[in-house]
């Protein structure tokens, strides 16, 4: 689903906020993103939204190059994704109600469409006995439980929260870890940025820690737990050695596409093919080096 490929931002000379991250998520998993203040962690959510740009490397979400993407389908990108953002951003002169009603009416939802999901998702919060209420009335775990609903709104494929317990006491916590466990029981993906200690230890789930702008561990288990990650090689380092064996004509074709890794060929579809105008040979030819590289891989 997700793809960061060795990516870099940089932002002048002297400051270099992501060195060569490289890591991929797939679809229903549920990890962490942990890392002390200033190690990466917003810029890495920034480039995901398009919000900024990689100084070098690639991301893509799904078969998108968010890099890429046109100003003009952002909006719809950005509905895939479900931000629950670290200071909430609900809007204050709106009830908890409203702020999620609003949600569904930007992105074009009938009227009783809009009644039946702010309903539903008010009660996946538990807060439909707060709904009439503004942020300024609603304690902490309220807000954040409130921006979570509010980022469910258009239904999206992937929920990421940054640092949704920061300032929440034990017990807010862990609700709002119970909410994210049931949104992803659901088959959202989610993504967790955080440094509490505490709720990671409690998932026991996939844990990326990222450095000073590099990933230095990607396991699963607790928050101290640690696995070195190899250093990945630069793409194109390895296109040359990942597509020998494989006709030149259709290196070609691949060339052009700019199709340079593994994983985008493994998830080219039929209709794929017909548009990069394949012919049958070729299509057989291909079919046959797909099914020899993934029997050694077995």
């Known amino acids: 689903m ?14 270099t906020a992501l060195e060569d991250v ?18 990466g962690k917003t810029t890495l959510l920034r480039l995901l939204i398009k919000e900024e740009l990689p100084t070098s490397g690639s991301i893509f979400f799904d078969k998108i ?3 890429k993407l046109p100003n003009k389908l952002l909006p719809n990108y950005r509905q895939r994704l479900g931000i629950v953002f670290q200071d909430i951003k609900l809007l204050p002169s709106k009830t908890l109600e409203e702020n999620i009603a609003f949600a569904l009416d930007i992105i074009g939802k009938e009227d009783k469409e809009i009644k ?6 008010l009660e996946t919060v538990g807060l439909q006995d707060r709904k009439n209420l503004f942020p300024e009335q609603l304690s902490g775990g309220e807000q954040q439980r409130g921006a979570i609903a ?5 239904n999206p494929e992937m ?9 929440l006491d034990p017990d807010n916590a862990f609700q709002i870890l119970d909410i994210l466990k049931k949104i992803n029981n659901s088959g959202t993906t989610v993504m967790v940025i955080s440094h509490d200690r505490d709720i990671v230890n409690q998932m026991k789930t996939r844990v990326i820690k990222i450095v000073g702008g590099k990933i230095v561990s990607d396991t699963k288990g607790d928050y101290d737990s640690f696995k070195a990650v190899k250093k990945e090689k630069k793409q194109v380092e390895k296109k040359e050695d990942m597509f020998e064996g494989l006709e030149k004509d259709i290196q070609e074709i691949f060339e052009k ?3 340079d890794k593994m994983e ?22 291909l079919e046959k080096y797909v099914s020899n590289y993934l029997n050694s891989k077995k």
């Open 159 to 167: 929920l990421v929260a940054d640092e949704p317990t920061g300032n």
């Open 22 to 39: 490289h890591f991929t998520v797939d679809k229903g998993e549920f990890f962490f993103l942990i890392g002390p203040s200033g190690a």
């Open 257 to 259: 596409a700019k199709i």
């Open 150 to 154: 509010r980022a469910l709104a258009s």
């Open 264 to 285: 985008m060929v493994l998830n080219l579809t039929g209709a794929d093919l017909e548009n990069l105008k394949f012919s049958k040979k070729q299509k057989e030819s």
């Open 65 to 67: 190059e968010v890099p």
């Open 116 to 121: 039946e999901t702010t309903e539903y998702l």
């Open 2 to 15: 997700l793809l960061f490929d060795n990516v870099t931002k940089k932002y002048n000379d002297k400051i």
